[in-house]
C-alpha cells in the first residue's frame, strides 16, 4: 500500500517540470545532482537552524533543525501566505505517503492553510516542547534552494509539492527567536532528504556538517556530491562507515502503535577512554523488544546524553586518565572540570585522553578534546556530556557539541552512516564550505 502511493507521488513528482526561483533565470531545465542548505548556530538556544525558501511568493523560512524528526512543519496560524499551497485530501497518495491516520473532515473557519474541509492530518512533533498540543495539516507547497557541485552553490531550483505539516504558534515553544518551525531531516517518506531525493531524482542521501561558530554557518547537502572544504579538502573520500539501525518503536512524542522510529540509531558496541574498554552493561547497548535503548545521534541535545551508570563508568574513566591534573568544582550539568590552563592544546582541541564510540571490529568513532571539553567560562573546561537519568528511552544520544566540525552522512538508500571525525584532524572544518555561488 506504501509502495504504490509512493509511486504516485514519484509520478506526480516527475511530471511536474523544474523552473528557477528567479525567473529571468529560467532558461533551459536543469538537473541537480545535489542540493545545499547553510546551517548557523543559535548562541542563546544552541539549536542549529536553516532557511528554507518556500510559498508563492517566496519566503524565507526560518527552521531549527531536527535531524530526527519525521517531516518539514511551520507555524500557518501566524499568517501562512502563498497561492501555490495544496492541502492533501484525505484517503490522496499524499497522505498515504506521509503515514497519516487522522482526517479533519470539518474545519470551523474560513479556509486557509491549516484550515481546509476534508484534509488529513500528522502531527508537527517539537521534541523541545513538553506539551504536545500536536495537529497539523497535510500542505504541499514550493520550495526552492540552490544545487551544488559539492565545492560551491549552482543554480537556484524549485520543487512545487514539497508535503508538510500546517500547524499552530503553540507549537513553536522553546524554538529560537525567529523560527517559524522545524526542518526534519528523519526516515519517513515524508522526511526531507527523501522528498527532496523524489522530487529531483537522486539517491536518499543527505550528509551535516554542523558548525561549532555561532558567527559562521555550516552547510548541509542532499543528494550525492563531494563534500569539498576549503581549502579543497574532500571530505566524501575519508569517511568511515557504520550501520544504521532501525529502532522499530516510535520515539516521538505522540505515535500510534506499530509506528517506527524516525531518528538515526547506530550500534555503539562498547565505549574506549583513552583506548581502555570502560565498563558497563552493554546491554544498555541494545535496543529492546520495548524500543529502549541503543544509542542515537540528535541535532536537539546541545551534549551527549548519557544513561546514569554508563555517565558515571566514563566520567570515573576519563577523570582516571587525567589523574594527574587536578580537578575543579563541577559545573552543573558536567561532572568533570579542569583548568583549561593546564591542559595542552593540539589541532584537534585541548590535549585530553581521546573517548572512541566502537562500532564494530576496527571500526571507532573518534572524540577528539574539540569535540569531548566545553568551555565554560574563563580557564575552565568540563568534559561535555551529561547524566541522562535511570531508564531513559535511549541509552546514548549523541548530541551537538560531539558532531559539530564532523561531517556526518546519512545513506537512507544503503542503510549507513559515513562519518568523518573531527575535519579539524585535515585542517579544515564545518564553517569552510565555499559559498560564494558560481551561477
Ligand atoms: C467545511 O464545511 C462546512 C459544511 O459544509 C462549512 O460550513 C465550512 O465553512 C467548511 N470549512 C472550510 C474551512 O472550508
Ligand atoms: C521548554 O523547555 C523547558 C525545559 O526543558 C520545559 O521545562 C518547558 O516545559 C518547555 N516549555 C514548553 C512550553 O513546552
Ligand atoms: C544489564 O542490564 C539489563 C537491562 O537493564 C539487565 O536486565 C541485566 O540484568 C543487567 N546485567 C547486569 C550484569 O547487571
Ligand atoms: C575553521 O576554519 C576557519 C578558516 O580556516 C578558521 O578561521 C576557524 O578558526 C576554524 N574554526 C575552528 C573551530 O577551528
Ligand atoms: C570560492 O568560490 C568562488 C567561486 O568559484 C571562487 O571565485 C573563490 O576563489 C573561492 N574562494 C576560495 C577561498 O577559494
Redesign the pocket.
Same mark, same amino acid.
Request: proline share 0%.
Given at each position: 500500500m506504501a509502495s504504490s502511493s509512493f509511486q504516485c507521488l514519484i509520478l506526480l513528482c516527475s511530471l511536474a517540470f523544474f523552473f528557477f526561483a528567479t525567473p529571468s533565470l529560467a532558461k533551459t531545465s536543469f538537473k541537480p545532482k545535489a542540493l545545499v542548505l547553510p546551517v548557523t548556530k543559535d548562541p542563546s538556544t544552541r539549536q542549529y537552524l536553516t532557511t528554507i525558501n518556500q510559498r508563492t511568493p517566496l519566503v524565507p523560512a526560518k527552521l531549527t533543525i531536527d535531524l530526527g524528526g519525521q517531516s518539514l512543519w511551520v507555524d500557518c496560524e501566524g499568517g501562512y501566505v502563498s497561492s501555490t499551497y495544496k492541502p492533501a485530501h484525505c484517503g490522496s497518495s499524499q497522505c498515504k505517503l506521509a503515514g497519516s491516520k487522522a482526517c479533519t473532515t470539518e474545519c470551523y473557519s474560513s479556509p486557509k492553510p491549516g484550515c481546509y474541509n476534508n484534509t488529513c492530518n500528522i502531527s508537527p512533533d517539537n521534541p523541545l516542547a513538553t506539551i504536545l498540543t500536536g495537529n497539523g495539516q497535510l500542505g504541499q507547497d514550493v520550495v526552492s534552494l540552490q544545487s551544488t557541485d559539492g565545492s @560551491?552553490p549552482g543554480l537556484v531550483v524549485s520543487t512545487p509539492n514539497i508535503l508538510f505539516s500546517c500547524g499552530d504558534t503553540s507549537l513553536l515553544a522553546n524554538l529560537s527567536a525567529g523560527v517559524k518551525g522545524m526542518a526534519g531531516l528523519g526516515r519517513p517518506k515524508v522526511g526531507l532528504p527523501s522528498q527532496f531525493a523524489y522530487a529531483f531524482s537522486f539517491n536518499r542521501k543527505f550528509a551535516i556538517c554542523l558548525t561549532s561558530s555561532t558567527k559562521s554557518q555550516g552547510v548541509i547537502f542532499f543528494g550525492d556530491s563531494p563534500y569539498v572544504f576549503?581549502p579543497g579538502v574532500d571530505v566524501l573520500k575519508s569517511l568511515m562507515f557504520t550501520k544504521l539501525i532501525l529502532n522499530p518503536v516510535s520515539t516521538a512524542g505522540g505515535y500510534f502503535a506499530g509506528d517506527a522510529s524516525s531518528e538515526y540509531f547506530i550500534g555503539v558496541k562498547s565505549i574506549k577512554v583513552n583506548e581502555k574498554v570502560v565498563p558497563f552493561n552493554t546491554t544498555l547497548l541494545a535496543i529492546d523488544q520495548e524500543g529502549y535503548g541503543g544509542t542515537r545521534i540528535s541535532t536537539l541535545k546541545p551534549y551527549t546524553v548519557l544513561e546514569t551508570s554508563i555517565y558515571k563508568a566514563v566520567v570515573n574513566a576519563f577523570v582516571k586518565s587525567l589523574a594527574h591534573i587536578p580537578r575543579l568544582k563541577s559545573v552543573a550539568p558536567f561532572g568533570a572540570c579542569y583548568n583549561s590552563k593546564r591542559i595542552g592544546s593540539t589541532r584537534v582541541g585541548p590535549s585530553v585522553p581521546a573517548i572512541d564510540l566502537v562500532l564494530s571490529k576496527g571500526v571507532y568513532w573518534r572524540v577528539f578534546g574539540a569535540n569531548s571539553m566545553v568551555k565554560v567560562g574563563k580557564d575552565v573546561l568540563c568534559l561535555a556530556f551529561v547524566d541522562g537519568g535511570v531508564r531513559p528511552r535511549t541509552s546514548i544520544v549523541i548530541g551537538g557539541h560531539q558532531i559539530e566540525d564532523n561531517l556526518l552522512q546519512f545513506d537512507l538508500t544503503n542503510k549507513r552512516l559515513g562519518f568523518s571525525s573531527s575535519l579539524l584532524f585535515r585542517q579544515t572544518n564545518c564553517t569552510n564550505f @565555499?559559498f *560564494?555561488s *558560481?551561477s
Open positions: @560551491n576549503l @565555499n *560564494t *558560481t
